[in-house]
């Protein structure tokens, strides 16, 4: 049924353009047509693969309902669009086809470097059908907004093609020219239609920066840092694209780099992707601290974690060659090497980033803790969420104190511990918090105790290290809340041991306005009921059964008589039975 529509749609479109000219000339939706294709056919997900089998399949229904076929099943024979068929969304559909299989092989491109020839070859050949169709588009009777659709549309494959080429001049030249004609749609035509424009203009954004940067802007690097903040948390393709232009940027600026100093030790790095890493990490943690909303701050951190992740294992890899090239020297190696050194220190940016981001959410979280919930139905924050949050901190923390190369430095050990100590008295004050919600006052006591004994020892503790809770949470600000919880507690244990534990049938002449008596488990009676003693019945045991003598049976005991051989002759042939 689906299919049947999207044909009837597509031979409608085609007869409109083939004879119901209008007075202002035929048009075509191209951007339109194109977005809406691409989000309805696998774009959405990056999917190149399955829209270009899309477009394969319309050529093919559209060849077939125009009567425009190539040869036959035994020969091809070419045929070509001319200006008095004016089939423009043929064209459009070839142009298509071809772009998608170019970007599909760029995505395997990564993987297998060949590639990229048939990649541009794809590319050029989308760059040509595009021009055949801004030619086709030159006919009178096209409208003016066709034309400067299909320029628009060729300038961006023309652009393609050159910011491949890594010809940044002229794919600038070209984006420009495509971003101006769009802005221009867009200013001509109504808010729905113009939407669509800016985003096209925007997608096209980062690739004029990454062409400006290459000319010599050293400004456009930081251009492109604050799109992928504006970008949101949405990620898709616009999110990608800054990803890899940003990568591609450091990798040129990586070149610089030859090594980094911690914890008083200076370290050479020579494996290309931990420079670059290296060298986007404080671009990074500022674009974090610079994000508008917790969802874009989330994926930003999931970013750099995931930058984190491969560069460790790049490092894990050249660990590995130095390890055998060792055991073939039979060299011990008492002192942590260089890449070792280097391996620990990305580990302890990637645990340090794991605890920054928990503890971002654990704010979140605590934020939506305090608000009242609207609706009782649906399922809210509650303390043991943070919980799980913080057992993750702590568990990075003992993973930071063991790693290889620090196990001598008495001041890192010593700012881990106090770090810990932090963050347990966090995590103890959301344990009793649990225990407040079933009523459990005595172990909710005990527990906010021990966080006011954590607490306290930070401070002592924290004199010697001035710079250790800078980044940390605020444990003076817990003990106000904490003995602020200790007061509430005693009363509410007061009030609860008077009242609300006994159940309404045994407190009904004393008034008290109880909540819980209208909420979903009212204290109405004692239930189950306690058991109570009841008069049983009684048991009988026969005790004189064993001192009963019985009388002597032997007379009336059958004796059985004695035979001799004769007998036992009879009893073998049955004789005597």
């Known amino acids: 049924m689906a299919a049947d529509k999207l044909n009837e749609a597509k031979l409608s479109t085609m007869e409109e353009n083939k004879e119901n000219a209008t007075e202002d000339g035929i048009g075509l939706e191209i951007l339109q047509i194109i977005k809406d294709s691409q989000q309805q056919h696998g774009l959405r997900h990056g999917d190149y693969q399955r829209y270009r089998g899309y477009c394969s399949r319309r050529l093919r229904r559209l060849r077939k309902t125009l009567g425009f076929k190539c040869g036959n099943r035994h020969k091809f024979t070419g045929k070509k669009v001319t200006v008095d068929m004016l089939y423009l969304l043929l064209v459009l559909m070839e142009a298509e086809r071809a772009w998608s299989y170019a970007m599909q092989l760029k995505q395997e491109a990564n993987t297998e470097p060949r590639k990229r020839f048939h990649l541009l070859s794809r590319l050029r050949k989308a760059a040509k059908h595009g021009e055949r169709l801004e030619k086709l588009c030159e006919s009178p009777?096209?409208?003016?907004?066709?034309?400067?659709?299909?320029?628009?549309?060729?300038?961006?494959?023309?652009?393609?093609?050159?910011?491949?080429?890594?010809?940044?001049?002229?794919?600038?030249?070209?984006?420009?020219?495509?971003?101006?004609?769009?802005?221009?749609?867009?200013?001509?035509?109504?808010?729905?239609?113009?939407v669509l424009y800016h985003q096209r203009v925007e997608e096209i954004s980062p690739n004029i920066r990454y062409c400006a940067y290459n000319i010599g802007d050293q400004n456009a690097m930081n251009e492109l840092m604050q799109m992928r903040l504006s970008a949101g948390g949405g990620g898709g393709m616009m999110a990608e694209k800054l990803e890899a232009l940003i990568t591609q940027t450091r990798a040129k600026q990586a070149a610089t780099m030859s090594e980094v100093e911690w914890r008083g030790r200076t370290v050479p790095v020579k494996i290309d992707k931990a420079r670059i890493f290296l060298l986007g990490l404080g671009d990074n943690e500022a674009a974090i601290a610079q994000a508008a909303n917790e969802e874009t701050k989330e994926r930003l951190y999931e970013t750099l974690l995931a930058e984190c992740r491969d560069t460790i294992q790049a490092v894990r890899e050249e660990l590995k060659t130095e390890a055998k090239q060792r055991e073939r020297s039979d060299d011990a190696g008492g002192k942590v090497s260089n890449l070792q050194f280097l391996h620990s220190y990305l580990t302890y940016i990637k645990l340090w980033t794991v605890v920054k981001r928990n503890e971002s959410m654990a704010h979140v979280l605590q934020a939506k803790l305090k608000e009242t919930q609207p609706d009782e139905n649906k399922r809210g924050p509650r303390p043991q969420d943070l919980i799980r949050l913080y057992d993750i901190i702590l568990q990075s923390l003992t993973e930071l104190s063991s790693l290889q190369g620090l196990e001598e430095d008495h001041t890192f050990q010593k700012e881990v511990a106090l770090k810990m100590l932090v963050y347990k008295a966090y995590r103890c004050f959301f344990i009793a918090q649990s225990y407040v919600l079933?009523?459990?006052?005595?172990?909710?006591?005990?527990?906010?105790?021990?966080?006011?004994?954590?607490?306290?020892?930070?401070?002592?503790?924290?004199?010697?290290?001035?710079?250790?809770?800078?980044?940390?949470?605020?444990?003076?600000?817990?003990?106000?809340?904490?003995?602020?919880?200790?007061?509430?507690?005693?009363?509410?244990?007061i009030l609860g041991g008077l009242l609300t534990s006994k159940p309404l049938c045994e407190r009904l002449e004393t008034f008290h306005l109880d909540p819980a008596l209208v909420g979903k488990q009212p204290n109405l009676v004692q239930f189950p009921p306690d058991f109570q003693p009841i008069p049983c019945k009684p048991l009988f045991f026969d005790l004189a059964l064993n001192h009963v003598a019985f009388p002597p049976l032997d007379d009336k005991v059958e004796q059985k008589g004695k035979g001799g051989l004769t007998g036992y002759i009879k009893g073998i042939f049955g004789f005597g039975s």
């Open 141 to 194: 009777r096209v409208d003016a907004k066709t034309k400067l659709e299909a320029q628009a549309y060729t300038s961006y494959l023309s652009g393609m093609v050159r910011f491949e080429l890594q010809e940044w001049k002229a794919a600038m030249e070209a984006f420009n020219k495509c971003k101006t004609i769009y802005e221009k749609l867009a200013s001509a035509f109504t808010e729905e239609l113009a």
């Open 438 to 493: 079933v009523k459990k006052w005595s172990e909710a006591l005990v527990l906010y105790e021990r966080v006011l004994k954590y607490a306290k020892e930070v401070q002592s503790k924290a004199k010697s290290l001035n710079n250790s809770l800078k980044d940390l949470p605020d444990v003076q600000e817990l003990i106000t809340e904490v003995n602020a919880e200790k007061y509430s507690l005693q009363a509410a244990a």
